[in-house]
């Protein structure tokens, strides 16, 4: 198979960026986008925010416990999408092989240029002369790589591993870079005395499937720098959700209600920020003795808004039987479940 060329563009704290962008008085300012309050998330922080540990996903009240001048700002999605539009049209003029992974960031498959970094180069400039707005690029022979390298020089930044770079850069590069490996499963690995790429590849892929599941898989493949995965324009989400496990576990219902309150705020960020529609909602609680359930409806049509979603949400945890035990971790997904068929038609049989 050819060596394929991919580009990674991921922008720099897109939503605060937007809101910098079109009101002069915020820039250089801390600020974060999101809802203000006790029930409040961080959807995005702008770099002046995050060295004081705010970032997305946080609760807001954390968040101006750690920044008191921090400034929020309502989310405004159609802008968003708007200029995510703008910086789509962009990319396509430089292939047809493009795969948004959100509002914010998308892979492309440059294969047939013959620099793709001259071409990334180029791209970042666009999106600046175009949006004036920032964006980080990253350039390797496949997917995984590429995203890390994106985040590599971040903000503003351009950084490309070579295939002759390859096996030096992924034996020295820590296990919370690669794709995929996240806070819990990085802290797993340190349990097992693996801290860096070359540390993960010792492991027969036999040993990591033993250890972590499927991803196994994927986590021996990336210690080698393989990543098999093709960039794919049509790429179909099936779900999109968040969660929170608590600092105590809980058994009050209103505690109970206000986390969750907390979860669906992010899930339905996340859903404007990916586009995403979906008719299923899930409700997840896991017990403190770490047994776990799930609750889910299915609508007829895609959720319409988050007032719909905190209804169903409502619903699903007032329908669960505690049965006295405590909850240490609540969740919420929506799920993508099939169109209904317009051109179908109903069959009727006599008996």
Not at 210 to 232: E, S
Request: charged fraction near 25%; include cysteine.
């Amino acid at each position: 198979m050819p060596q394929r060329k991919i580009i990674h563009i991921d922008m720099d704290a897109f939503f605060a960026a937007v809101e910098q962008r079109d009101n002069p008085a915020l820039r250089g300012r801390p600020i974060a986008v999101g809802h203000d309050g006790p029930r409040g998330v961080v959807a995005t922080a702008s770099y002046e925010a995050r060295p004081y540990g705010v970032h997305s996903a946080l609760s807001s009240t954390v968040a101006r416990r750690l920044c008191p001048d921090l400034i929020f700002i309502p989310a405004r999605f159609e802008v968003y999408k708007a200029v995510s539009q703008q910086i789509r049209a962009i990319f396509r003029e430089y292939t047809d092989l493009v795969e948004p992974l959100s509002l914010d960031e998308a892979f492309l498959d440059v294969s047939h240029v013959r620099s793709a970094t001259l071409v990334a180069r180029e791209i970042k400039a666009r999106i600046l002369a175009e949006t004036h707005l920032t964006a980080s690029a990253g350039v390797s022979v496949n997917k995984m790589l590429a995203k890390i390298a994106s985040d590599y020089r971040k903000p503003d930044g351009l950084f490309t591993i070579a295939p002759a770079e390859i096996e030096s850069f992924v034996a020295t590069l820590p296990v919370e870079r690669f794709f995929g490996i996240g806070a819990v499963t990085a802290e797993r690995m340190h349990r097992l005395g693996i801290r860096t790429g070359a540390d993960l590849r010792q492991w027969e892929e036999s040993a990591l499937v033993h250890q972590f599941g499927k991803a196994g898989h994927a986590y021996y493949g990336y210690a080698r720098g393989i990543d098999n995965r093709a960039v794919t324009p049509n790429r179909v989400r099936k779900s999109l959700g968040a969660e929170t496990t608590f600092a105590e576990d809980i058994d009050d219902r209103l505690r109970l209600q206000q986390e969750l309150d907390g979860v669906r705020e992010e899930v339905w960020a996340r859903l404007q920020r990916h586009e995403f529609r979906g008719k299923t909602v899930v409700l997840k609680l896991k017990y403190d003795n770490f047994r776990q359930i799930t609750r889910s409806k299915t609508l007829l049509s895609a959720i319409e808004d988050e007032m719909q979603l905190a209804r169903i949400a409502e619903e699903l945890l007032a329908g669960v039987n505690l049965r006295g035990r405590k909850v240490r971790l609540i969740g919420l997904t929506v799920g993508n479940t099939p169109e209904a068929c317009t051109d179908c038609i109903q069959l009727r049989f006599d008996f």
